[in-house]
């Protein structure tokens, strides 16, 4: 055997075993094979194997389950534990991978799965601690109201049974296979913890220190300026009609003094604005800690309205609701109908908190929009410069305490983070001063237990006794009944603080306008009595709206200094659509899909005032105006004259507020409402706001959104070119999202489609649309863009974006039998094992 | 010589559906392709049976899969987020077991031949 005839097979074999080796062992093949294997792939997370009967642990009787045409679950169980069971395996069953992904972004675990890039998002989660409030929370309701708890837990233990089926089925949802992990097991705290996610989303507002960075730049009347405490021309369409007094009780202090009053300076506050020293510290400070939060609900609002059966065309009295908020891929909400022996029950529940949300039952309806007032303070800490560890408070140092959070981050070493906390809450930010956050849902709260017996309601004295629980986030709960009543009611707990006025009287006032001392003073007191939160009910006017807008007017028993709600814009125009003798259903549609635009409406003549004072002679220009002249202020997406407006909207907003307050070092600081900038033009408009002169800013503006639509678009400027709707998935993979599609409406439109002001989609929108006909038998409408399941291969995955998009309704199956489903498509069986 | 040609292929065919299905791994095709090889000399016949051997056992196990429409509407998801070509997303899927499996009966074949030289 000579080694010389060996070589060419030496060669060959050589070659071949690194070909063999390179293929096998090439991450990016092996990856893509591994997902693709016919064995263990990920075909079997689109083919679910669901069966027609499941015997599970943890049930009482059977509950029978069946599935209509659109995917909607209609339960029947025996009791409301059972129900809560088959919520659970429904919902895991249809959104297993958004569960797990939404209470891990409420509990700080992301970077778990994504590793780094996600470890920005925990340390702020986890700063705030929505985590640490929600096992504190799911232990004293366990405790103190076990009935709850444990409706909680059936929901668990019916996730769990799913998740058990789905791990050894191997029908995990794809974005599990995708990202190589399992879920683990659901429990009481993960509902809560996504529970608190929602409600710190809808009232971490952070206005207090927005304001305070223009504040501490331009002085306190600046701020009140563009900031007005009682937004401009909102007195005649609060929430609340009428003049704010609630059971005859009104506030002791003239209102109108209130609002005149400097509510930054230090008698306010605690803190002294006009020292240039402490101002600068602030403003570095205030910066930091905005950069560590990241954004605020700007893009959040809702719409919801009642009719009462004297003014709807049917006799009946009529609700209305349609909840802006992300318009994601699987989308927030999930339809069920529900049926026990107390509990009897259509609308929509969050995707891993069983209760519905928002709906309907035999007796009534109720619809949601955030109050947006201010739950979330800020306060400046005097911090010991011989020991920094310790802090001043009522009069004594105290040590500031340290949280250990552990983040485990995916191919990493875990992260150790360290919260400090002072008894206000956790530091947000230690540069220049020591700033730290105080907000209600940090602590126990209820709306976990109220919502359910919210879900039991018949009649509007249930209604309000079970909303006593409700805490945060606050919100506007829109009420209609079959007994053609109709009310609202602002419930949740709102921070009070004893406050003396420079007259030396005290007053309570509800929220901050500013960052308050935090050495003892500016603590809150006590909190709203229930007897006298915000409510109407039957009012003379036959209707209520409660579209974001300033609650309830100045006579109310509290001064409401912290409060941040939209622009009026929205209220006018409902006001107006159901200010008519009688309102029929299809006016309740069409005030849902309604684009008309009432800034623009109000803008107009001083634009047109504008130009005849600076006018152009530019074509672009001309045209740009005639468009708006000749416009009937709808935002329409086949229009043209929409697309001058926002433009000029950008450009204005850039050429006076974005300018100065970039300039001033303050970009972080809030953009002023359209209605408070009409308010100084009208009354100022020689404002330094607008470079000392509004109408040739205002004319300036035209011709630049003039010159930016000619550059970008050519000669067709037609709204929907520019504004897109976009569904995004959660995982922002563009495969699994839907759009961006042409889109109606805009920002502040009852029909509400704000895009960001320099160009990008539309994602946030009326995420729900209900309404509800309040018949012996109510009779509902809704349509959400999205689809039920979050399966990509499945009929439902966005089979609701068509209609939503067309603003058509799916009528909504109260089902109190089974018998009155006629589109069963599947019966699912659970019975006790 | 033809017998012993299409033997090979069975063995090997058969062999990687087994493992696939037990071991659940598609490289599997190296142990098909290195036992079904060393019952050949002839380089380019053992390379012919491993591809071919491999081949049919991983089509038969994909088969099912691609005629289903829910995996077909999932595959295109998945060309999607991978940024792929469908076409090229599936020659991968059926060539890589299959080269696997030819080059690892050459790799067979080869050491028989040099071991009885």
């Given amino acids: ?833 | 010589m033809k017998f012993k040609f299409l033997l090979s292929i069975v063995v090997i065919a058969v062999i990687y559906y087994v493992l696939v299905l037990l071991v659940k791994d598609w490289r599997t095709a190296i142990i098909a392709g290195l036992i079904g090889g060393t019952l050949y000399k002839e380089r380019l016949k053992s390379f012919l049976a491993g591809l071919i051997g491999s081949f049919i056992a991983w089509f038969a196990l994909m088969a099912p899969i691609l005629f289903n429409e829910a995996n077909q509407k999932l595959l295109s998801i998945f060309s999607s987020i991978a940024d792929f070509p469908l076409e090229i997303i599936l020659a991968l899927i059926f060539l890589l077991p299959t080269i696997l499996g030819g080059l690892s009966s050459l790799i067979a074949s080869t050491i028989r031949k040099i071991l009885e030289k």
């Fill in chain 1, 1 to 833: 055997m000579t080694f010389k005839g060996k070589i060419p097979s030496v060669i060959i074999l050589a070659i071949c075993l690194i070909l063999v080796f390179l293929i096998a062992t090439t991450q990016l093949l092996n990856t893509l094979m591994t997902y693709l294997n016919p064995i263990n792939g990920i075909y079997s997370s689109a083919n679910l194997s669901i069966q027609s009967k499941y015997s599970l642990k943890g049930l009482i009787g059977e509950v029978k389950i069946i599935i209509d045409s659109r995917g909607v679950p209609h339960i029947y169980a025996n009791n409301d534990k059972d129900l809560f069971f088959a919520i659970g395996f429904m919902h895991a069953k249809d959104r297993l991978w958004q569960m797990d992904i939404q209470r891990r972004a409420a509990e700080g675990r992301l970077a778990e799965i994504l590793g780094k890039n996600a470890l920005k998002n925990d340390i702020v989660m986890r700063t705030i601690g929505l985590w640490r409030a929600a096992i504190i929370t799911a232990n004293y309701i366990k405790e103190n109201y076990p009935q709850y708890w444990e409706l909680y837990q059936a929901y668990a233990d019916g996730v769990n049974a799913y998740i058990d089926i789905a791990i050894k089925n191997n029908n995990l949802p794809l974005m599990f296979r995708l990202l190589n992990y399992k879920p683990d097991y659901w429990s009481v705290v993960d509902s809560i913890a996504f529970a608190k996610l929602m409600s710190w989303s809808l009232t971490n507002f952070y206005e207090p220190l927005k304001f305070s960075l223009v504040a501490a730049k331009l002085g306190s009347q600046e701020a009140l300026k563009i900031y007005p405490i009682f937004p401009h021309f909102q007195e005649n369409v609060t929430v609340i009609p009428g003049n704010g007094t609630i059971k005859g009780n009104k506030i002791n202090v003239d209102p109108d003094y209130l609002l005149k009053l400097d509510w930054f300076s230090e008698w306010a506050t605690g803190l002294n604005f006009s020292d240039p020293n402490f101002s600068n510290k602030l403003i570095e400070a205030i910066n930091n800690a905005l950069n560590f939060l990241g954004e605020d609900p700007e893009y959040l609002g809702s719409n919801a309205w009642a009719v009462s059966a004297s003014k709807s065309s049917n006799g009946y009295a009529m609700l209305a609701d349609d909840p802006h908020l992300g318009l994601q891929i699987p989308s927030l909400w999930y339809e069920v109908d529900l049926h026990s022996n107390d509990i009897n029950c259509y609308g929509v529940t969050l995707a891993g908190i069983p209760p519905i949300i928002i709906g309907f039952n035999n007796k009534i309806a109720w619809g949601l929009t955030n109050t947006q007032m201010s739950v979330l303070d800020f306060y400046v800490e005097k911090i010991n410069p011989q020991d920094p560890s310790m802090y001043y408070y009522n009069g004594s140092w105290h040590r500031i305490q340290t949280i250990r959070e552990t983040i485990n981050v995916k191919n990493e070493k875990p992260y150790v983070l360290l919260v400090n906390t002072t008894i206000h809450g956790p530091i947000i930010t230690s540069k220049s001063l020591t700033i730290s956050a105080k907000w209600v849902g940090m602590n126990v709260t209820l709306e976990a237990i109220a919502i359910i017996d919210v879900m039991k309601a018949n009649n509007l004295s249930d209604f309000f006794n079970a909303l006593k629980h409700w805490d945060v986030p606050s919100q506007n709960f829109m009420y209609a009944d079959i007994y053609g009543n109709i009310a609202v009611i602002e419930p949740g707990r709102f921070p009070l603080r004893l406050v003396k006025l420079p007259n030396n009287q005290t007053i309570y006032v509800l929220g901050s306008r500013s960052v308050l001392n935090g050495t003892g003073g500016y603590e809150w007191s006590r909190f709203v009595p229930f007897e006298l939160l915000p409510h109407s009910i039957n009012p003379q006017q036959g209707y209520l709206a409660a579209p974001n807008q300033m609650s309830v007017n100045k006579y109310y028993p509290f001064f409401i200094l912290g409060g941040w709600w939209d622009s009026g814009s929205r209220a006018h125009r409902i006001n107006i659509i159901l200010n008519k003798t009688e309102v029929s259903p299809e006016d309740m549609m069409e005030g849902q899909r309604d684009v008309f635009q009432w800034d623009a409406y109000s803008y107009s003549s001083l634009i047109i005032k504008a130009m005849n004072m600076y006018p152009s002679n530019d074509p672009d220009v001309q045209k740009a105006l005639n468009l708006l002249k000749n416009w009937n202020f709808t935002m329409k997406k086949n229009m043209e004259a929409p697309s001058v407006w926002w433009l000029w909207v950008a450009s204005f907003y850039n050429m006076t507020f974005i300018k100065k307050f970039k300039e001033l070092g303050i970009e972080r600081a809030k953009l002023p409402h359209l209605e408070n900038i009409l308010y100084l033009a009208l009354n100022e408009p020689n404002s330094t706001w607008f470079n000392g002169n509004f109408y040739l800013t205002a004319s300036q503006a035209l011709i630049n959104a003039a010159k930016y639509l000619k550059n970008k678009y050519g000669d067709d400027w037609t709204w929907g070119k520019i504004h897109k709707v976009y569904f995004e998935h959660l995982s922002g993979l563009k495969a699994l999202s839907f759009g961006p599609y042409d889109e109606d409406g805009g920002d502040d439109t009852l029909m509400a489609a704000k895009m960001p002001l320099f160009g990008g989609y539309v994602t946030h929108g009326p995420s729900w649309r209900m309404i509800v006909i309040m018949s012996q038998k109510p009779q509902g409408y809704g349509v959400y863009p999205g689809g039920q399941s979050e399966n990509p291969v499945s009929n439902h995955y966005g089979d609701f974006i068509d209609y939503w998009l067309n603003y058509k309704y799916y009528k909504l199956n109260l089902a109190n039998s089974p018998s009155e489903i006629t589109d069963a498509v599947l019966t699912i069986t659970l019975s006790p094992s």
